[in-house]
């Protein structure tokens, strides 16, 4: 496996990660608002769906390219390479069950991604700026559903994704061991200080267990409870 390189936390590149994502996906809301009271929302949405496609697939040719390609490295098998799958599906096709496993689950991982940056495949100009701008576009997507589409998870959303995700950890644990991986970390915990992510092994993965669910738990609380109900629901 690759050497990871970890962002130096409140570095020049910690810094500018952090605040140029927060202000590339307020720019898309705000963008997004605008082409919805234009009547071309749905371009707009497939635009950017097309954006966050091509740069998917240039990321896996540069990798190639590069001769980085492996299988314990480079499928898309993280929690948040899961999840950058489903946003694109969700903004060709929106629909509630993406929304919610984006919303209660991906953002507060792609959160935790951006405060404590671990880049899987090394140091590189490119890997920085792909990172933060991947991990941006999945925190921008269910704020877009919030925000723009005005969809509200429904009172199953809470358990339906963690049981979701609990699948996925059982998937890829099993993925792990044939291909010797350690994707979402289950094998090993991830290198960042992050005081969220308990030690020693297998400790961490308790760690996921609790901070996951209230995670989940938090994000379905306040977006139920605390941000205004929509005059009505996108489908």
């Known amino acids: 496996m690759h050497p990871h390189y970890l962002v ?15 202000i590339l996906f307020s720019a898309l809301i705000y963008l997004g608002r605008y082409a919805l009271t234009k ?37 898309p098998l993280h929690l948040c390479g899961i999840s950058y799958m489903f ?8 629909n509630h069950f993406l929304f919610e496993f984006l919303l209660l689950l991906s ?18 100009n490119y890997f920085i700026i ?4 991947s ?36 998937s890829v644990y099993l993925i792990n061991l044939c291909l010797e991986s350690n994707y979402i970390y289950l094998m090993e915990a991830p290198l960042v200080s ?19 669910t209230l995670h989940i738990l938090l994000l379905f609380w306040i977006s139920r409870k605390l941000l205004p109900k929509p005059h009505f629901t996108a489908t």
């Open 39 to 75: 009547g071309f929302e749905l371009k707009f949405r497939l635009f950017l769906a097309g954006i966050f496609l091509i740069r998917e697939v240039y990321l896996f040719a540069y990798i190639a390219q590069k001769g980085m390609f492996t299988l314990q490295d480079s499928l």
């Open 107 to 124: 953002l507060g991982g792609a959160l935790q991604s951006i405060i404590t940056p671990e880049l899987t495949h090394g140091y590189s």
């Open 194 to 212: 992050n005081p969220l992510i308990l030690h020693p092994y297998p400790m961490h993965l308790l760690g996921f267990e609790i901070f996951g």
């Open 135 to 170: 991990h941006a576009g999945i925190i921008f997507v269910p704020m877009y559903g919030l925000f723009v589409l005005k969809l509200r998870p429904r009172k199953s959303a809470w358990w339906k994704v963690w049981l979701l995700a609990h699948v996925i950890l059982i």
């Open 87 to 94: 946003m694109i599906v969700f903004l060709i096709k929106p």
């Open 8 to 22: 130096p936390l409140f570095s020049t590149h910690w810094f500018l990660g952090a605040i140029l994502s927060f």
């Open 130 to 133: 792909d990172y933060y701008f």
